[in-house]
Nanobody, 121 residues
Framework: QVQLVESGGGLVQAGGSLRLSCAAS????????MGWYRQAPGKQRELVAG???????NYADSVKGRFTISRDNAKNTVYLQMNSLKPEDTAVYYC???????????????WGQGTQVTVSS
């Protein structure tokens, strides 16, 4: 009953920019936090950036100063602005939301389907 739909991935040259979007929809009651994770081939999924309902953010050290996470609470949407992209940023990026729904009132994690970001050198 809850869906996370991502958009904005693609192919970009090193030094370029991309903006990812993730919209949560369905029978949402309350969203506690939203964030972006990524998984490169042969590596574990890692947190890229997160934002809680109050607006506090946190970032992986590898993206600090280059990526910015923001959130539109009215639209249940989270964004990831990625600047100065590097080849090592290449990965599948997944949206995550910790929320409660009208059908499942406890907070739990939901995931998007993933969007590919490829940075060429």
């Amino acid at each position: 009953q809850v869906q996370l739909v991502e958009s904005g991935g693609g192919l970009v040259q090193a030094g370029g920019s991309l903006r990812l979007s993730c919209a949560a929809s369905g029978s949402i009651f309350s969203i506690n936090a939203m964030g972006w994770y990524r998984q490169a081939p042969g590596k574990q999924r890692e947190l890229v950036a997160g934002i809680i309902s109050g607006g506090s953010t946190n970032y992986a050290d590898s993206v600090k100063g280059r990526f910015t996470i923001s959130r539109d609470n009215a639209k249940n949407t989270v964004y990831l602005q990625m600047n100065s992209l590097k080849p090592e940023d290449t990965a599948v990026y997944y949206c995550n939301a910790r929320l409660s729904s009208y059908y499942y009132t406890q907070m739990r994690d939901y995931w998007g389907q993933g969007t590919q970001v490829t940075v060429s050198s």
